[in-house]
């Protein structure tokens, strides 16, 4: 079992920026690709970025950023120029199988999520 816990969320002002943070447990952090999801009221799911076990990354914005720490077992998501769009709730998902994926349940975890909001 592994599990995420993201922190970082909160409220900004449209153009500022906020960094996520996810936390994994488990030994074997290295080897899991991981990934972002969000999510606002009335939307469906939506892909925003994801990380393979050697780094390279794919993001569905290009004011969004992600990035691994293995040794913290800590994925991040680096969100700049933010904008009331941008407001949802956002996951932090893992697959233990290293594969990275822009559908959700192609993912084997994921965490409770944490509010972004962007005030106009």
């Known amino acids: 079992q592994v599990q995420l816990v993201e922190s970082g969320g909160g409220l900004v002002q449209a153009g500022g920026s906020l960094r996520l943070s996810c936390a994994a447990s488990?030994?074997?952090?290295?080897?899991?690709?991981m990934g972002w999801f969000r999510q606002a009221p009335g939307k469906d799911r939506e892909f925003v970025a994801a990380?393979?076990?050697?780094g390279g990354s794919t993001s569905l914005k290009g004011r969004f950023t992600i990035s691994r720490d293995n040794a913290k077992n800590t994925v991040y998501l680096q969100m700049n120029s933010l904008k009331p769009e941008d407001t949802a709730v956002y996951y932090c998902?893992?697959?233990?199988?290293?594969?990275?994926?822009?559908?959700?349940?192609?993912?084997?975890?994921w965490g409770q999520g944490t509010q972004v909001t962007v005030s106009s």
């Open positions: 998902v893992a697959d233990v199988l290293g594969r990275i994926s822009r559908w959700f349940n192609d993912y084997t975890y």
């Open positions: 488990g030994r074997t952090f290295s080897s899991y690709a």
């Open positions: 990380i393979s076990t050697s």
